[in-house]
């Protein structure tokens, strides 16, 4: 069964500091790798897309891909309370079509 | 307006009611998905469709039917609500990712907050 897999936390982060959140997935033919940001109640929404090895910048984030280790991560720079939400991780696998497989989220938290 | 958007935004039913959630969109996509989220269990996929007459079940389909009345619209009926389909329901579109163009992922609408008694 193919799967997305995520530390659920909550990751406690100082305002100020790097948040750093990873997922790894179990399908070595993967295309597409997502994080959408979700807060409590809220929909997801999607920050940031990778789909190639290596790092990809847009403003305080981050996203590093590495799929020979079948890992994604992201990095928040500079975190600030609003960024306290519910990180999901989305991988585009192989096979399936342009579907998405979803891991459950981490909670981060920056605390003040 | 938003670009995908689900009514009704919250609903309280009672069991055994028949409920419809609907969604619509501008996108312009084909491709379009319910999810249901409970605490702590993540998007659990109920139905997709990838066009008005292809329609699939995902892993948690028991219970719940769908209807594609359009290629902007994707309804979500609970036919005899029962208290454990108390959740947050999303309804999602993608585009179809081709060799020259890259699939970007989902678009979500606003989610509809069911409460089931």
């Known amino acids: 069964q193919k799967e997305v897999e995520q530390n659920s936390g909550p990751l406690s982060v100082p305002e100020g500091a790097i948040a750093s959140l990873n997922c790894t997935y179990s399908d070595r033919v993967s295309q597409s790798f997502f994080w959408y940001r979700q807060y409590s109640g809220k929909s997801p929404e999607l920050i940031m897309s990778?789909?190639s090895n290596g790092d990809k910048e847009d403003g305080r984030f981050t996203a590093q891909l590495n799929k020979a280790s079948q890992y994604v991560s992201l990095l928040i720079r500079d975190s600030q309370p609003s960024d306290s939400a519910t990180y999901l991780c989305a991988v585009n696998m192989g096979d399936s079509n342009y579907q998405l497989i979803w891991g459950a989220g981490t909670k981060l938290i920056i605390k003040p | 307006d938003a670009d995908v958007t689900q009514t009704p935004r919250n609903r309280i039913t009672k069991t055994g009611k028949r409920i419809m959630l609907e969604c619509s969109q501008t996108k312009g996509h084909d491709r379009m998905y319910w999810y249901r989220q409970d605490p702590g269990l993540g998007l659990r996929l109920i139905y997709y469709?990838?066009?008005?007459?292809?329609?699939n079940k995902g892993e948690i389909s028991d219970g719940y039917s769908v209807s594609r009345q359009a290629q902007a619209k994707f309804s979500l009926s609970l036919e005899s609500a029962i208290p454990n389909q108390t959740a947050l329901y999303f309804c999602?579109?993608?585009?179809?990712?081709?060799?020259?163009?890259?699939?970007?992922?989902?678009?979500f609408g606003s989610g509809t907050r069911l409460t089931v008694v």
């Open positions: 990778i789909y």
């Open positions: 469709s990838f066009d008005v007459k292809d329609i």
């Open positions: 999602a579109t993608s585009d179809f990712g081709t060799t020259d163009s890259r699939f970007n992922g989902y678009t």
